[in-house]
């Protein structure tokens, strides 16, 4: 039976209310409890699992609700009793800012010392307003959340680039600034390379195997996935690019993107033909066919990072895939690749990789929930929409991953699974002790069942990040997991483990033409790609602790929606703001 409480006027962060009902469901004789903010989107989604009531049409934007399935009513008050708990130690907890707190926009930018960013992780709904409040603030913006209209994308950026500053996102997952942490990043040495890229994990790869091979990155700027498509036009991009080549700093050039399109990589390739510094591009589906004096073009993620490395060091481009050693006998009937990835380009990249290896002899099914899908191997990112709504992304919570661990071990075909763990700010805190048991729960199961499986695992992360590098490998090895050092080792090792091989590309140096281009950029952006920003978080507390840990100062705003968030009332109330000068 469904029982329904409401919270009236209590807003929280969607990523703490989902991990609480993820705790709350685990009660027993509870079948489950869904915590979230009474949004129309959210109510929604209560409804699509099966959790809709009467008494949920009555919530407000501003409201917690909290739906529980349960067949023991009595369960219902300790379910009430838990959340008020767990609420009230969330709120003491939280003075992660020093004091530094507010409510609104003009107490924000009254605490912040002469304040240069916005970090934006609330609601999609709401979050292209408040970048555009930022904007007029005269703050660049990083846009973490995700669910913004393209349309308002093109908005927001064009403003930004005629204002001289940089839009990064929607759903930008991962930036360095001058070594500071945004959203989802890795704790990495500064160095001389110079990063942008249109996708998170990847730039999270890049950067870890930088920092491995002991160099170093000035900036790690992030656009956001849409940047490169034809509505959009780069306009992010562009404008890093040249802020990176302005940078006296920035030896070595890097660039990073899923394939754009065609007219937009025209436009990127053009502008980095005007550039006199080494660069290294990864557009990763986009098989290379040719090279280029000042710039190598790269076919897999590890390969970007190894070729900036060498190119830093003054060396010739020379990169060599790996594959790691595995002791493990399959049955002839054991042919298939399974890969369960909390990142999408890493997922996207092990595709990638699949397809080329067995393009002459497997044929691919069309599907919205997987990056892969054939008759014996499948690909999923586990951090798509798809799998996200209404739950926390799989970096954060290891019960989806678990799940389909799980589900493989009934699949006599399966030869290899491959699993990442990303790690660093923003990520779980110990993700590997939460995957290990089913690691080896699953191994023991197949041994069983008279077969052999490889679980192949990936760590991506530095010596420096707070869930120990080392730690995570030595834990998810004990388990029986085979670690490689890279995605592309270990989807090249899977490949080689059911009969396959990926072909390097063997390419020429090709000479292109191309049209001048003026490099110049805004002293606003070399401001802020030059020094530690400061700080105005929206959003997701969490976020604030990592800025402030690496020396930077960061003011909470503790966002919720005005106007009972009624969007077209809030818009209306955001234009009378602006144009009269003040601040709501």
Not at 349 to 361: G, H, N, Y
Not at 399 to 413: A, Y
């Amino acid at each position: 039976m469904l029982y329904t409480i409401i919270k009236e006027n209590t807003y929280k962060d969607s990523i703490v209310l989902m991990l609480l009902s993820n705790k709350l469901s685990a009660i027993d004789g509870v079948n489950k409890v869904s915590i979230m903010m009474g949004t129309p989107a959210n109510k929604d989604i209560f409804k699509s699992s099966g959790l809709g009531t009467d008494e949920l049409e009555k919530a407000k934007p501003n409201d917690i609700v909290i739906v529980v399935d349960t067949d023991q009513e009595e369960k219902v008050a300790e379910v009430k009793e838990e959340v008020e708990v767990a609420l009230k130690g969330e709120s003491d907890s939280q003075d992660t800012s020093k004091g530094q707190e507010a409510h609104n926009w003009k107490r924000a930018m009254e605490l912040a010392n002469n304040p240069n960013l916005a970090l934006i992780s609330i609601p999609g709904q709401y979050a292209a307003m408040e970048a555009e409040n930022a904007l007029n603030e005269g703050l660049h913006v990083f846009m973490f959340s995700d669910n913004v209209s393209k349309e308002d994308e093109v908005k927001l950026k064009q403003k930004a680039h005629e204002k001289g500053l940089l839009v990064m996102g929607p759903d930008c997952g991962t930036a360095l600034i001058h070594g500071v942490p945004l959203a989802f990043t890795n704790n990495v040495n500064e160095g001389d390379i110079g990063i942008v890229g249109a996708s998170g994990t990847g730039i999270q790869e890049v950067t870890t195997i930088i920092d491995r091979y002991g160099k170093g990155v000035t900036n790690a700027l992030g656009t956001g996935g849409r940047d490169l498509s034809t509505e959009v036009g780069a306009i992010t991009m562009l404008d890093s690019i040249k802020a990176l080549n302005q940078d006296p700093k920035v030896k070595v050039i890097t660039v990073i993107s899923k394939p754009p399109a065609e007219e937009v990589q025209r436009k990127v390739l053009n502008v980095l033909r005007n550039i006199d510094k080494p660069v290294v591009t990864l557009f990763l589906g986009d098989k290379p066919s040719y090279q280029e004096e000042n710039i190598y073009h790269a076919y897999t993620l590890e390969e970007a990072a190894v070729v900036a490395v060498q190119l830093s060091n003054g060396d010739k481009p020379n990169f060599e895939p790996t594959t790691a050693d595995v002791n493990v006998v399959l049955k002839e009937s054991q042919v298939g690749i399974k890969g369960y990835y909390s990142g999408g380009t890493l997922a996207s990249e092990a595709a990638m990789l699949v397809r080329d290896a067995f393009k002459d002899t497997m044929t691919e099914e069309k599907s919205d929930s997987y990056v892969l899908k054939t008759d014996i191997h499948e690909i999923i990112d586990l951090g798509d929409d798809v799998y996200t709504k209404g739950k926390p992304h799989p970096m954060i919570d290891p019960e989806k991953r678990i799940e389909m661990l799980e589900k493989s071990m009934n699949d006599p075909e399966t030869a290899v699974i491959m699993i990442d763990n990303v790690i660093g700010n923003g990520g779980h805190e110990d993700m590997a002790s939460e995957l290990a048991p089913t690691i080896r729960r699953i191994l023991d199961s197949a041994r069983q069942d008279g077969r052999q499986l490889a679980v192949l695992a990936t760590v991506v992360g530095t010596a420096q990040d707070i869930q120990g590098y080392d730690k995570q490998i030595e834990i998810l090895k004990e388990s029986g997991a085979i670690i490689c050092k890279t995605n592309d080792q270990m989807v090249r090792t899977a490949i080689q483990l059911v009969g396959g091989k990926v072909e390097q590309p063997i390419v020429d140096v090709q000479k292109f033409d191309y049209t001048e281009e003026n490099l110049a950029v805004d002293e606003k952006i070399m401001s802020f790609i030059n020094m530690k920003p400061s700080v105005i978080n929206i959003g997701l507390k969490s976020f604030t602790e990592a800025i402030q840990n690496s020396g930077s100062e960061c003011v909470q705003f503790n966002w919720r929606p005005i106007a009972g968030g009624d969007e077209k009332l809030m818009k209306v109330l955001q234009f009378l703001n602006y144009y009269e000068g003040g601040t709501i």
